[in-house]
């Protein structure tokens, strides 16, 4: 699917359940920040697999340039949406209570070669590198989102001290 205008693009950040969004919040937070478009929507790829698929098909009719997809456990819904379109997917492994996000740090990095899914640090840092990384993709074609990227970036730098006090 080949989008001619890739000029405002949105992002859709996805996540398996409701428990997913306080750590994909932080994901909204940067986007919102730098002033990127966003959706935000609960997919699960085992408890709706029918909305997955339909959320699929419809990725350049709804203008999206980049899915962040949180996911905990089994984490299977960064891989079957990379799986289903060539929009860059990135996943973002949600902290389980059984084994610390290993487990969903594993599954969506373990992906099968041909089906890339770019894969961010489990929790909270993640969720906030997702959505940095998302405005680097839309700001490859949008300038305005590039000049909001290098501004945020040149806070960053700014609020960094050089001694300690």
Do not use: C
């Not at 997809?69 to 984490?75: E, I, K, Q, V, Y």
């Not at 996943?91 to 890339?116: N, T």
């Not at 590039?146 to 806070?155: A, G, I, M, Q, V």
């Amino acid at each position: 699917l080949l989008m001619k205008n890739k000029k405002n693009l949105k992002v859709s950040i996805v996540m398996g359940s409701q428990s997913d969004y306080k750590t994909m919040k932080f994901a909204e937070k940067i986007l919102k920040t730098i002033g990127i478009k966003f959706e935000t929507r609960i997919i699960s790829a085992h408890r709706t697999p029918k909305r997955m698929y339909d959320f699929a098909r419809t990725i350049s009719k709804n203008k999206i340039g980049v899915i962040i997809a949180g996911a905990g456990g089994s984490a299977h819904l960064p891989g079957m949406l990379a799986a289903l379109t060539s929009v860059p997917v990135f996943g973002v492994p949600i902290e389980s209570k059984k084994l610390k996000g290993i487990d969903s740090l594993l599954s969506i990095v373990q992906m099968p070669k041909g089906v890339p899914v770019g894969t961010l640090a489990i929790g909270e840092n993640g969720a906030t590198n997702s959505g940095l990384l998302a405005a680097s993709v839309l700001a490859n074609n949008d300038p305005l989102i590039k000049k909001r990227l290098d501004k945020w970036r040149l806070s960053q730098t700014k609020s960094v001290k050089n001694y300690p006090k």
